[in-house]
DNA sequence: TTTACAAAGTGTCCTAAAAACACTTTAAAG
DNA sequence: CTTTAAAGTGTTTTTAGGACACTTTGTAAA
């Protein structure tokens, strides 16, 4: 008999903002709703905490469901425990957001479980407190985005300057003067030039870089916060 | 028979980190744990979370207990979740971190909990998690000081601008200028000065301020992000 | 093959915010 | 009334960020 025994157990769901960035819009992956409630209404990928693993073992997991990958940026975001929240059974939810490279999920996966990636500015009605989640989200990633560099998630290894810059813009949801933008991405020291160039059908093509994450973390030390000073 | 029926259940449990500041120190409420296991070492403040009440209700619910205080300001800092993280039972535990006038709290309660004050650089060994608890909340307060006006929480409604510089000093960990400091804030535009001038055995007594709550309402909109600009 | 076009790439000046810096005023205590 | 310790007050310098326009390149169409 365990010295708790006497409080409540809850249900502890996940649920999962996944990001991307494709043709200079930041994307969301959401899926159709299978089941009732809220059958055909669109939602997070989301599932059940087990009693064996840790949230986040439970978050990657769940992730990996529905996308095919793993080792990918995810963090949790938020608890979410309004007692009705959930209108089958008191829930409270873990939302975990993550940052992926569009080109690697796995298409017949998201098929399977018809999901779809939405353009950010047009999400739909999703269920239960979903929209809020997202919302938060859209807010950590801009955050997380001044002060480390997660961009590069969404990106693939190799991309060229314009690209990383349309990533900002999308992020921060304003235009940046590019040459500004190569001046202060540069003075960060994190990227390397490779090369090589785009290939492709551009009309003039642009020179490739990779991140640099040895560079970064050499940094780490000096106070240096990737966009901003502490 | 819920849809649900086949996940598991877990114990939530919720845990305070409870700031104050005193005597130019940033300060940690702590209490002397009074059952096994762990028996006699220094913990959180914590709880379990019960089926019918948000965690943000259950936060509050047991602040209240130890402190006597309503309404003070308390958020949500993250979930605790390794599945060995309390050796008693698994639990997930989801950290609270509260600001708190320190002359508001009920002594008498404290005493009954053994509780006490530590300052921020001698928090001893807690049990479980816990200092891991501290560290990321001291790393959000900071964050949460350079955004918004939450400095105030900390101070009693009425405060001098020396106060209010070793407060963000002590939170900061870092001194800085008193003339570059008190440009900052007046340029703010939130605080009202009062006539009135600190009492007591001061050498030069100072000028009593108070924040005042509407003035940076209003500028919300504005796109001012307190401390630094977005 | 020549030309037009659209995107990549490149430097300088200006502005504003932050940092550095020292003396005067006040009131309690001896 | 003298000492002392903390409050209060402006100016200059430095730095980072923002504004701004032309040249180069490679494809595609004439």
Known sequence: MSL??????????IDCIIFGFEQDKLKLLLIKRG?????????????????NESLDEAATRILGTLTGLKDVFMEQLSCFSQVDRDPVERTISLAYYSLINIEDH????????DAQWFDMDQIPDLIFDHN???????????????HYPVGFELLPPKFTMPQLQSLYEAIFESPIDKRNFIRRITALDILVKLNEKQKG???KKAFLYRFDADKY??????????LVKP
Do not use: C
Request: aromatic share 12%.
């Open 35 to 51: 089941f009732e409630p809220e059958k055909g209404k669109w939602s997070l990928m989301g599932g059940f905490a087990n009693n």
């Open 132 to 146: 809020e989640m997202v919302a938060m989200a859209r807010e950590r990633l801009k955050y997380k985005a001044t």
């Open 4 to 13: 708790y025994a006497q409080y409540d157990r809850l249900l502890v769901a």
């Open 217 to 226: 973390k050499q940094q780490l030390h000096t106070g240096n916060n990737f």
């Open 106 to 113: 796995d298409e017949e996966l998201i098929k399977q479980y």
């Open 201 to 203: 059908k551009a009309i």
